[in-house]
Each structure stands twice: as structure tokens, then as C-alpha cells.
T-cell receptor, first 112, second 116 residues
Framework: KAGVTQTPRYLIKTRGQQVTLSCSPISGHRSVSWYQQTPGQGLQFLFEYFSETQRNKGNFPGRFSGRQFSNSRSEMNVSTLELGDSALYLC???????????FGEGSRLTVL | AQSVSQHNHHVILSEAASLELGCNYS??????LFWYVQYPGQHLQLLLK??????LVKGIKGFEAEFIKSKFSFNLRKPSVQWSDTAEYFC??????????????FGKGTKLSVKP
């Protein structure tokens, strides 16, 4: 079974630009969550989607948004990039109600 | 708000030493508890989990963790570490009621370095 796939793996943007990251969950998983990982703040929850609906949202500004498609694939978008948005963005998929998440390798975003 | 505290930022051990990594959480209700591990250059993967039942849970690679409800703790242990255990370890909690399944609260992580 293929794991969670995230694209692109690495990208460099400049301040003010916007970025879209993609995530393909494990087949059969309908829940997709996004996390931001930084050395200072650790892993922070961004949002969760289930059946194309945002089910939960973390404490991030409105510049961070996401969506989920009917095939469970998900995208997240960050607009008006700031230097502090440089991070590893992790996607995780799940099928159970117990919070066991399967993570992708992440998309490393560098904002210059 | 829920929080997860991991007591040690960086632990350095020699091979064959015993390991215990501390984890405390703040949520007072029913919780699901997890330890995830991130090996160098690899993605986060589940080490073990506790949902209910026996508070001593066993995971992969000889790791185990004990849930002590009265202490809000879920410490990770391994009797004898190996060089290949060098990684970053994250404790996480999920509140099944009031939260959602994809919303885990993670601790800041503990880096374990095992000297050969």
C-alpha cells in the first residue's frame, strides 16, 4: 500500500508570494490533516479535512487555507508569504476514530 | 487548552543503556495517547499508542510506555537502546470527544542520541 505522498518536497519562495502544497492520502483514508513543523514551535496543527469538509482548524491566520477533493486528496495554500512561514509542512491521513495518523515526508518551504 | 510536555530536549546515552522519556499532558478527560518517532531523514511514524485497557503498552522495536492516569503521564521506556534508536521522539495526545481524530497535540520532542 502506498504511503502518504506530498508534493513538492522542497520549494523556495519570496515574501509576498503564495504557495500551494499537495497531499495524496493512503488509499481508503478519508481524513487528511496538515501540520506545520518548525524548530521553535514544534509540530502545530493547521487543519483537518474529512469528506471534503473542514472538520477542525488550528490557531493560524486566515492566510493559511486548505481544501479536500472528492478523491480525498488535499491541498493547502499559504498566501502573502512571510519569513516566519518557512517550515516543514506535514500531511497525515487517517481512517480510524482513534487519531492514529500516517504522515508523509513533508514539503519543506523556505521563504526568502 | 490542552498541552503536552516532554521533559527532556536532548538525551545522550551509550548503547545498552536504559531509556525513559517523560511525557505529561494537561487534558483531564478521556484521551488517546501516542508516541511517534522521526528517524533522521525519514517521516514521522507511530511507535505505540494507548486507547484504553492495560496501561502498559508495547510498541515496535522493543519500546513500551506506561499510562498513569493520576499523574497525567505517558512515559516511554526501552530497557536497552541501540545506535539505531537515534531519532527524535514525540509524545502526542488526542481527545476523542470535543476534538477530532486528526487533531493531535504534540510535545516539542526529545532528541535521542545513542553513542556506539
Amino acid at each position: 500500500k502506498a504511503g502518504v505522498t506530498q508534493t513538492p518536497r522542497y520549494l523556495i519562495k519570496t515574501r509576498g508570494q503564495q504557495v500551494t502544497l499537495s497531499c495524496s492520502p493512503i488509499s481508503g483514508h478519508r481524513s487528511v490533516s496538515w501540520y506545520q513543523q518548525t524548530p521553535g514551535q514544534g509540530l502545530q496543527f493547521l487543519f483537518e479535512y474529512f469528506s471534503e469538509t473542514q472538520r477542525n482548524k488550528g490557531n493560524f491566520p486566515g492566510r493559511f487555507s486548505g481544501r479536500q477533493f472528492s478523491n480525498s486528496r488535499s491541498e493547502m495554500n499559504v498566501s502573502t508569504l512571510e519569513l516566519g512561514d518557512s517550515a516543514l509542512y506535514l500531511c497525515a491521513s487517517s481512517t480510524s476514530e482513534n487519531g492514529e495518523l500516517f504522515f508523509g515526508e513533508g514539503s519543506r518551504l523556505t521563504v526568502l | 487548552a490542552q498541552s503536552v510536555s516532554q521533559h527532556n530536549h536532548h538525551v545522550i546515552l551509550s548503547e545498552a543503556a536504559s531509556l525513559e522519556l517523560g511525557c505529561n499532558y494537561s487534558y483531564g478527560g478521556t484521551v488517546n495517547l501516542f508516541w511517534y518517532v522521526q528517524y533522521p531523514g525519514q517521516h514521522l511514524q507511530l511507535l505505540l499508542k494507548y486507547f484504553s485497557g492495560d496501561p502498559l503498552v508495547k510498541g515496535i522495536k522493543g519500546f513500551e510506555a506506561e499510562f498513569i492516569k493520576s499523574k497525567f503521564s505517558f512515559n516511554l521506556r526501552k530497557p536497552s537502546v541501540q545506535w539505531s534508536d537515534t531519532a527524535e521522539y514525540f509524545c502526542a495526545v488526542n481527545a476523542p470527544y470535543g476534538g477530532s481524530q486528526g487533531n493531535l497535540i504534540f510535545g516539542k520532542g526529545t532528541k535521542l542520541s545513542v553513542k556506539p
